[in-house]
């Protein structure tokens, strides 16, 4: 074929539903195929080590079968990864299943459906470590030790193109697939269809978060994505959304500490001597994009590993002096609860919204609060009981904090809510880390059987 068209409605499907509008249109432009990723470590690391979702079921089970309905209806391949946020097995195991309902549910003619696994058990990490594997750290990460390791809940690899290719390559029409690149999801089947890998991955790259790549912003915007031996165009199918060269070149630098480069396992993509050309009103054009194979494969691997069960409390503060003297309020408590507690076996973290609730230390204007500010309060211990009081204490004993120059009694801290709410556990990245691989399959089982009636 000339070209390979594919269209992706959502660029972190089920995370809020994709907007039918403009994937009808895009479903009536005729696509090759049909393609979204549904996965991000940006929803941090509590659904992994968990194992569960971020998004609801139903959100999930919406964007599936708007998908496999027009796939099976044009009779083109849709193709699924990093399943239920964070590609763990049992997230892949509910997207067969869903998928398997939905095709009884429609009555869909029998199709192949392929998926992958792409966990990586602790024991197995182990044994590779203990024969002298190195686990190297990414972003500020250490190298992987051993306690580390015994540290972590749950192990995801973050597949490349490769066991999408072995599906289609038997003749899977529908594929789940475990925890993987966002850019492989649709850099597969253009490689499958004999395009470059230069235009292969940037295709990938382009089309990874939907309409990101187009402007007006509209969240969960179908984009059709269309790769050549000698290009790769971009067009918003929203008829209010137009793919620019500001805005595709803008998302090719998007989440990136490199906005030139990304790494895959097996090779890095390079965009500095990209050209962006606007062909029409929504498209545009992209040349230029280089893939440079490595020598040796390198498997990113993600770990979460729990921290404790965890409560968090909110307070609100308007008084003028209690805002400008919030630190020694938040130290007050932090007191309170180490005479209770001691100093270890527990956490408390405060965050203060209005002055640097978003940002951090990082945050230009802390020393400019505004009138009034929000602090969250998290008590986290290895039992709800203990994480309970910890952020009751944490919480209550800011309206009791003592300050110099207040002589009333009346507390200036105010809460929306007696109580403390259980939340979700508290989970850390364990894992953020490479591991060289002779084979880039051995970290990852692929898996055929049968939907439909």
């Known amino acids: 074929m000339d070209s390979l068209k594919i269209i992706c409605p959502n660029g972190h499907l089920g995370f809020a539903p994709l907007r039918t509008e403009s994937f ?22 509590v659904p992994l080590g968990s194992d569960t979702s971020t998004s609801p ?13 027009a796939s099976r209806k044009l009779k083109v391949p849709m193709v699924i ?20 309902e939905l095709a009884q549910k429609h ?10 696994y792409s966990e990586v058990s602790k024991s197995d990490l182990r044994a590779r470590m203990e024969k002298g594997a190195a686990v190297r750290g990414l972003d500020g990460f250490e190298d992987l030790s051993l306690s580390e390791l015994d540290a972590t809940d749950r192990i995801v690899a973050m597949a490349g193109v490769h066991p999408y290719r072995k599906l289609l390559e038997q003749g899977a029409d529908v594929i789940i697939g475990g925890r993987s ?22 295709l990938g790259k382009v089309l990874e978060c939907a309409s990101f790549c187009a402007e007006p912003y509209g969240g969960k915007e179908t984009v059709m994505g269309e790769i050549s031996q000698d290009d790769v165009r971009a067009t918003a199918m929203h008829p209010q959304q137009r793919c620019t060269i500001a805005s595709v070149s803008g998302h090719a630098m998007y989440e990136r500490s490199n906005p030139y480069e990304e790494f895959f396992a097996g090779g890095k993509l390079d965009m500095t001597h990209c050209h962006y050309e606007q062909i ?15 020598a040796q494969v390198k498997v990113k691997l993600e770990g979460a590993g729990k921290v404790g069960e965890r409560y968090v409390g909110i307070c609100g503060i308007r008084d003028p002096y209690t805002v400008a003297n919030v630190d020694a309020v938040i130290g007050w408590a932090r007191d309170q609860v180490k005479a209770r507690f001691g100093s270890e076996g527990y956490q408390l973290h405060y965050t203060v919204y209005g002055r640097d609730g978003v940002m951090g230390p990082l ?19 290895p039992t709800r009981e203990m994480a309970e009081e910890v952020a009751m204490i944490g919480l209550r004993q800011m ?21 403390v709410l259980h939340a979700s556990p508290a989970y850390r990245w364990t894992l953020n880390h490479t591991i060289e691989v002779a084979d880039p399959m051995e970290l990852f089982s692929t898996n055929m059987t049968e939907a439909g009636v």
């Open 24 to 45: 009808e249109i895009g479903v009536q432009a005729a696509p090759d195929y049909i393609a979204a990723d549904s996965g991000s470590d940006d929803v941090g690391p």
């Open 57 to 69: 079921e139903s959100w999930q089970r919406h964007d599936l079968e708007k998908m496999l309905l």
């Open 81 to 100: 990864g990093s399943a239920g946020d964070t590609g763990s097995n049992s997230r892949v195991d509910l997207y067969v299943s869903i998928i398997k």
């Open 107 to 116: 009555g869909l003619p029998k199709f192949r459906l392929g998926y992958f």
């Open 181 to 202: 690149s966002d850019a492989a999801v649709f850099a597969a089947p253009a490689l499958h269809h004999g395009f470059p890998a230069d235009n292969a991955y940037y």
């Open 280 to 294: 029409s009103e929504r498209t545009t054009r992209i040349t230029g994009s280089r893939f440079f194979p490595d």
């Open 363 to 381: 945050e230009p204007l802390r020393d400019k609060p505004g009138h009034e500010l929000c602090v969250m309060v998290q008590g986290v211990a």
């Open 399 to 419: 309206f009791y904090a003592r300050l110099p120059d207040v002589k009333g009694t009346a507390g200036s801290v105010a809460f929306p809510l007696d109580e």
